[in-house]
């Protein structure tokens, strides 16, 4: 799940989608699906200070979600990169296991 500026436009988050979308097949992911769930208010203000230092306090995000099949080498590369872009604003990584009866 990542969550993003609120103030991106269409095409730029039609690019960080497409981007992450092949991180995640060139790490061996398989079945890619995302999910847009638009614009949503944040439980809590988030700051977040960008590369050029300047802080930023957002109220709301454009949550989007991943699901896909992957190794697990490949979820620390795209950790990392989700950490280091400046339109993130926060993302996580669940892994769903099977459930054994």
Known sequence: MAVLRPDLSEDQRLALTQKYEELLV???GMYVEV???GVIPLA???KKKNKDGESNTYLDGIY?????FTKPESMAVLEETLRADDDVIRSSSFK????TY
């Not at 989007?64 to 896909?68: A, E, V």
């Not at 769903?96 to 459930?99: D, E, L, M, Q």
Request: a positive charge; proline letters at 0%; hydrophobic letters at 40%.
């Open 96 to 99: 769903v296991r099977k459930r």
């Open 35 to 37: 999910f847009n769930r």
């Open 64 to 68: 989007l979600l991943f699901t896909y």
């Open 44 to 46: 809590y203000s988030i």
């Open 26 to 28: 060139a790490g061996g």
